[in-house]
């Protein structure tokens, strides 16, 4: 069970807009902590995507994007590509439990 | 082009130690956080440890009895050893540096990673 709640999968076709949300609590994200996302390609690392809940670190496309309201932070990934399909996390600080980083439990994106 | 680069023994048998250590090519090592993150197969990520610019350590509370995170700063390398292992412990282990500060650091460069299987 993840400190961060994310769907399992979500799927959409080329061209079209996809979010994947990630659900926390006042304890992490409702507190202010900032959100990061990465992105996982089949037997590789994690790739970061966004950092600082809305940054983009070079090199990342602008069809990627992320917001944060609230206790919940939301990936969006527009004009969807085949290159696309993969495992996407998201990534904070939780103080409750002695302070430490907390992962998503990832989200499958798969691009019909 | 900063590079991180990870070995250690990929089997193990129960109650063992993992030991993986992971160099940094490219770049300052000081400055940065130093962090241990896990990949159950199958499963998501989970934070493990880290070594801090000031060389100190913080712990998933999770993992805290049985892991140390050391750094050599005069090999730009940082090790982690994970005591009295079991079959839960199986996973793909990846080094990363931590950029930002206080509350709010993010994982910009990882290892390749290293598969570690526990196995009577």
């Known amino acids: 069970q993840s400190v961060l709640t994310q769907p399992p999968s979500v799927s959409g076709a080329p061209g079209q807009r996809v979010t994947i949300s990630c659900t926390g609590s006042?304890?992490?994200?409702?507190?202010?902590?900032?959100v990061h996302w990465y992105q996982q390609l089949p037997g590789t690392a994690p790739k970061l995507l966004i950092y600082?809940?809305?940054n983009r670190p070079s090199g990342v496309p602008d069809r990627f994007s992320g917001s944060k309201s609230g206790t919940s932070a939301s990936l969006a990934i527009t004009g969807l590509q085949a290159e696309d399909e993969a495992d996407y996390y998201c990534?904070?600080?939780?103080?409750?439990?002695?302070?430490?980083?907390?992962f998503g439990g990832g989200t499958k994106l798969t691009v019909l | 082009q900063v590079q991180l680069q990870q070995w250690g023994a990929g089997l193990l048998k129960p109650t063992e130690t993992l030991s993986l250590t992971c160099a940094v090519y490219?770049?300052?090592?000081?400055?940065?956080?130093w962090s241990w993150i896990r990949q159950p197969p199958g499963k998501g990520l989970e934070w493990i440890g880290e070594?801090?610019?000031?060389?100190?350590?913080d712990y998933n509370p999770s993992l805290k009895s049985r892991v140390t995170i050391s750094e050599d700063t005069s090999k730009n390398q940082f090790s982690l050893n994970l005591s009295s292992v079991t079959a839960a412990d199986t996973a793909v282990y990846y080094c990363?540096?931590?950029?930002?500060?206080?509350?709010?650091?993010?994982?910009?460069?990882w290892g390749q990673g290293t598969l570690v299987t526990v196995s009577s």
């Open positions: 990363a540096r931590g950029h930002g500060g206080a509350t709010s650091i993010y994982f910009d460069y």
């Open positions: 006042s304890s992490n994200i409702g507190a202010g902590y900032d």
């Open positions: 600082g809940n809305n």
């Open positions: 490219g770049g300052s090592f000081s400055g940065y956080y």
């Open positions: 070594i801090n610019r000031r060389g100190s350590t």
């Open positions: 990534q904070s600080y939780d103080s409750s439990l002695s302070g430490s980083w907390v």
